[in-house]
């Protein structure tokens, strides 16, 4: 730990890629793993545009569900050190999977969350966008405020393409990162894999947190294993309040 806090001090870019498992202590289900479903679906079986198109209103009840568990969680002490690390490091990117919006509520500006936003919907005919505060719908499933046609969750859902100025903006970060950090994720998602991959392979020092080992453990320079909420406060003590 010594070793890796005089690292931490020593660089001044890091990245920070998150996934489900940083969550996890702040009562959200992860994907995969135990515990890891959503009521009694799998993320494969609703987050899909074939789901959506075959019954809207189920996929619409599963999103409003969760963005219920959303609303009500507060951001762990695991954000709370990747919010630190914003202001302490010079240059700092936050790349997260997670949906949940608790790294913007734990304080973090300099991010993108790729995967979208639980907390937003937008039309499937016209671009309009609907913020969704934290009460349930009143109608399933959502219609567009503007247009009248049905609205979807502003989520990437398996088998779409991701924003493609998020992912290049992205890289063009990860390619000259000293550090990244990789917290909570599986490694089932290629994307992100490959967003880890390439900031190592470009020279970045890689730390894995998490309980398990996972596909990234493979080519990361430290494993660090437990859980996020107490693994990184661990870290950080002595380095900035
Ligand atoms: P997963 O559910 O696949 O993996 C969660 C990871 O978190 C596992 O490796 C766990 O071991 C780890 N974990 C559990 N508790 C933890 C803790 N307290 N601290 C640290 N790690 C912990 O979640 P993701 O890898 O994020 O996509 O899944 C990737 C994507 O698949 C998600 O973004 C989602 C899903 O389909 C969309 O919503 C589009
Ligand atoms: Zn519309």
């Known amino acids: 730990m010594e070793e890796l806090k005089k690292l931490l001090t020593q660089n001044k870019k890091v990245a920070v890629l998150t996934g489900a498992g940083i969550s996890h202590e702040s009562g959200i289900p992860t994907f995969r793993g135990a515990g890891g479903y ?17 019954d809207p209103k189920l996929v619409w009840e599963w999103y409003d569900y969760r963005r219920g568990v959303c609303a009500k969680a507060k951001p762990n002490p695991a ?4 919010f630190k690390m914003e ?5 700092f990117l936050v ?3 997670n949906v949940d919006g608790l790294h913007r509520r734990a304080g973090n500006k300099k991010i993108f969350e790729i995967h979208g936003n639980i907390f937003t919907a937008r039309c499937t005919s016209c671009s309009n966008r609907i913020s969704l505060g934290d009460e349930p719908l009143k109608e399933i499933p959502l219609k567009c405020n503007v247009c009248g046609s049905l609205a ?4 990437v859902w398996f088998g779409e393409s991701y924003d493609g100025d998020i992912l290049d903006q992205c890289y063009s970060f990860l390619a000259t990162t000293e550090l ?14 490959n967003m880890a991959k390439y900031a190592a392979t470009k020279g970045a020092y890689c730390i894995e947190v998490n309980p398990e ?9 430290t494993f660090l294993q437990g859980k996020a909420g107490e693994v990184l406060p661990q870290l950080w003590e002595g380095i900035s309040n």
Do not use: C
């Open 95 to 97: 790349i997260t999977q």
């Open 152 to 155: 979807r969750p502003h989520i």
């Open 213 to 221: 080992e996972t596909s990234v453990t493979d080519f990361t320079d």
């Open 180 to 193: 990244i950090f990789v917290i909570g994720t599986s490694g089932q998602v290629s994307v992100p894999v």
């Open 79 to 82: 954000h709370e050190v990747v």
């Open 38 to 54: 959503w009521k009694q679906y799998k993320a494969e079986e609703l987050a899909t545009p074939e789901a959506f198109q075959r």
């Open 87 to 91: 202001s302490y490091f010079p240059e």
